[in-house]
Structures are given as structure tokens and as C-alpha cells.
């Protein structure tokens, strides 16, 4: 049994109050302001291959590929100095569409990995003839 997923967001839009003091990777950041965020055309793609274990489903391999097109990102008063919060904001706008293209195996083996144990863990709860009673008219 397969289960092919294919969601897609063309404009995801976020955006916060924050205020921040903390230490990442020895630098210290702090700021009070706010952050926005606009994802295009995030999509995440999932190929959940099942098998039946007794009267159970489990999942056999999990396949996955996220995909994020562009980032608009924006954060002020980092350090209270809105130059320093718009280089950051373009530096994250840029950089995380890159990161997640280039480092498609490493994320793809954190989701598949993950998404594989809550599967099997929900799966262990109910029996197959339990979810074709879910999805079978009566």
C-alpha cells in the first residue's frame, strides 16, 4: 500500500512580536521588535510505502522533498540598529531557500526518520480493518 502526499503553499505568511536575548554559536543577539515572514511556494512531498504486520499497518519507507521557491524575511530592532536588522533579514532571505536545496538528504532523512516513528507509533493503535472501516462507506 502506498500513500503519495503532495502539499503545496503558494504564499505562507507569518509574523511576530519578539523579544530576544541570547547566545548562537558564542555571539550574543538581543532586540525587542518584530518579524515577518512571507514563504513562496513551499511544498512538501511525502511517498509513504505500508505494509501490513499482523492486523497492523507499519510503514515500509518513507520518501520526502521540501522545496521552497523564496523567502521575504524581515526583523527590526535587532540590536536596536535597523541597518544590522536589514542585513540580517536579507541575509536570512537569501540564504535559507539555498540551505534547504542544498541540503535536501540531510532534511529529507530528519523528516522521513521522524515521520516514520509517529506513523508507525499511530499506526500501532489501530488495525487495518479499523482504518478501511475509516474510509469505506457502510
Known amino acids: 500500500m502506498n500513500a503519495y502526499i503532495d502539499l503545496s503553499w503558494p504564499l505562507t505568511t507569518a509574523n511576530t512580536n519578539y523579544s530576544l536575548e541570547c547566545n548562537v554559536l558564542n555571539y550574543?543577539?538581543?532586540?525587542?521588535?518584530?518579524m515577518d515572514g512571507i514563504a513562496h511556494n513551499f511544498r512538501t512531498i511525502m511517498d509513504v510505502d505500508l505494509k501490513l504486520k499482523g492486523p497492523y499497518m507499519q510503514v515500509r519507507s518513507v520518501t520526502s522533498q521540501i522545496l521552497l521557491e523564496a523567502l521575504?524575511?524581515?526583523?527590526?530592532?535587532?540590536?536596536?540598529d535597523e541597518d544590522m536588522s536589514e542585513r540580517i533579514s536579507k541575509t536570512i532571505s537569501d540564504v535559507?531557500?539555498?540551505l534547504i536545496a542544498s541540503n535536501q538528504n540531510m532534511i529529507e532523512y530528519i523528516i522521513?526518520?521522524?515521520?516514520?516513528?509517529?506513523?508507525?507509533?499511530?499506526?500501532?493503535?489501530?488495525?487495518f480493518m479499523d482504518i478501511l472501516k475509516g474510509i469505506s462507506p457502510i
Not at 550574543?28 to 518584530?34: E, K, L, Q
Not at 521575504?72 to 536596536?80: E, K, L, R, S
Open 28 to 34: 550574543d543577539i538581543h532586540g525587542d521588535g518584530n
Open 72 to 80: 521575504n524575511f524581515n526583523v527590526t530592532d535587532i540590536y536596536n
Open 96 to 98: 535559507i531557500p539555498k
Open 112 to 127: 522521513n526518520t521522524i515521520a516514520s516513528q509517529i506513523l508507525n507509533k499511530y499506526l500501532l493503535t489501530i488495525t
